[in-house]
T-cell receptor, first 114, second 112 residues
Framework: AQSVTQPDIHITVSEGASLELRCNYSYGATPYLFWYVQSPGQGLQLLLKYFSGDTLVQGIKGFEAEFKRSQSSFNLRKPSVHWSDAAEYFCAVVFTGTASKLTFGTGTRLQVTL | NAGVTQTPKFQVLKTGQSMTLQCAQDMNHNSMYWYRQDPGMGLRLIYYSASEGTTDKGEVPNGYNVSRLNKREFSLRLESAAPSQTSVYFC???????????FGSGTRLTVV
C-alpha cells in the first residue's frame, strides 16, 4: 500500500544547531514529494517540492531536502535552526495516478531551545 | 489575492446538529480538497473534486457530504455531527499539473 512515514514524532534542537527531519514513502515508482510547515493555529505553508531532476532541492526559509531513490526517502535539512522554526513539519506525497491527491505523513513537531 | 478562504474559523456544534463549511478559491484552480487534521494523524483526505462537476471520496468520507458549487466553491456538510468529527478542517486547491496545493487557514470544529 502507498504510505508516507515520518518516524520522529517530536524533535528538540538547540538554536544554531543543524536539523534533519526524516521522511520515507512506500511506493514502486517515484512520486512527487513535498514538505509543509505549520505554525501553531495556522494553515500549511509549502517549504519545497521535488518532481524530477536534481535530487537536492532548495526551499524557503533556508530549508533543503534530498531525494534518495534507493532509500525511498526525502529528508528535510537546515544547517542552522532559528527559534522561529519551531513548528510542525509534514512530509507529503502525490502518488502518480491518484488525481493529484496529497498523502501526508503524521508530522514531526520541532521544538527549538535557546 | 486571497487564495483559499474558509468560513467559519471556529464552530461549536451539539451532537446531531448539521452545518456546512464553506471554501472558496480565487486562483482559477481546477481541483479542490477537504482534509481533516487530528493530533498524531497528520491530514487525512475527506473528499476531493478533481474538476468542476465531479466529486470523489477520499480516505475518511463517512459522515460527510460535499458540493462543488462552481469552479470557485467547494463546501463540506456534516448532516448529523458526532463528537468523532471534532477536528480542524482544511480546504485546499491546486492547479492542473502543478501539484502545488494552496491551503486555507482552517476551521476548528468542536462537537459536544
Amino acid at each position: 500500500a502507498q504510505s508516507v512515514t515520518q518516524p520522529d514524532i517530536h524533535i528538540t534542537v538547540s538554536e544554531g544547531a543543524s536539523l534533519e527531519l526524516r521522511c520515507n514513502y512506500s511506493y514502486g515508482a517515484t512520486p512527487y514529494l513535498f514538505w509543509y510547515v505549520q505554525s501553531p493555529g495556522q494553515g500549511l505553508q509549502l517549504l519545497l517540492k521535488y518532481f524530477s531532476g536534481d535530487t537536492l532541492v532548495q526551499g524557503i526559509k533556508g530549508f533543503e531536502a534530498e531525494f534518495k531513490r534507493s532509500q525511498s526517502s526525502f529528508n528535510l535539512r537546515k544547517p542552522s535552526v532559528h527559534w522561529s522554526d519551531a513548528a510542525e513539519y509534514f512530509c507529503a506525497v502525490v502518488f502518480t495516478g491518484t488525481a493529484s491527491k496529497l498523502t501526508f505523513g503524521t508530522g514531526t513537531r520541532l521544538q527549538v531551545t535557546l | 489575492n486571497a487564495g483559499v478562504t474558509q468560513t467559519p474559523k471556529f464552530q461549536v456544534l451539539k451532537t446531531g446538529q448539521s452545518m456546512t463549511l464553506q471554501c472558496a478559491q480565487d486562483m482559477n484552480h481546477n481541483s479542490m480538497y477537504w482534509y481533516r487534521q487530528d493530533p498524531g494523524m497528520g491530514l487525512r483526505l475527506i473528499y476531493y473534486s478533481a474538476s468542476e462537476g465531479t466529486t470523489d471520496k477520499g480516505e475518511v468520507p463517512n459522515g460527510y457530504n460535499v458540493s462543488r458549487l462552481n469552479k470557485r466553491e467547494f463546501s463540506l456538510r456534516l448532516e448529523s455531527a458526532a463528537p468523532s468529527q471534532t477536528s480542524v478542517y482544511f480546504c485546499a486547491s491546486s492547479g492542473q499539473g502543478t501539484y502545488g496545493y494552496t491551503f486555507g487557514s482552517g476551521t476548528r470544529l468542536t462537537v459536544v
